[in-house]
């Protein structure tokens, strides 16, 4: 199976961008905890990636809240309803793993659910770093704690300073 990918200059670092067809699978950041590695099978495709690069600098920008792009990421039916959840986050907010874990209806589950997160194949987009510990802490991120931390500065000055419902 051919894997496409693009890469995409941002202001935390170059973004892998990668599809398995018509829909974005992963967006990993430089170093990322679990991204996957370029292999002989990977095909570069910018033009595939288009929208998606559109969006992101648009995000980056402060102009656009929600992402609206056909997404396909790859897990357990666990972490695909965590991964979904993650998008009732609204923009420049934050929820806790337990928060999560009690909209999920799995109470107990926060530690499943901080798994999940940090498994999520398609960072920003699907927005896992606006999950907080119970204290409001940042706690692990795939692409890095400062990274994290960029993210959701980056979020609640555009919310202050440019509140838009898109």
Known sequence: MTIYFATHESPIGELLLVSHGD???GLYMPDHKYGPRIGIEWRRDDRLFGPAKMQLDA???GELHRFELLLAPRGTAFQNAVWQALNAIPFGQTESYGAL???LGKPKASRAV????????ISIIVPCHRVVGANGSLTGYGGGIERKRW???HEARVARD?????
Request: aromatic residues 8%; without cysteine; positive net charge.
């Open 162 to 166: 440019r509140p838009l419902d898109r």
């Open 151 to 153: 993210l959701l500065t």
């Open 59 to 61: 995000y980056f920008a």
């Open 114 to 121: 901080g798994l999940a997160n940090g498994h999520n194949p």
């Open 101 to 103: 874990a009690a909209r």
């Open 23 to 25: 829909a974005l699978g």
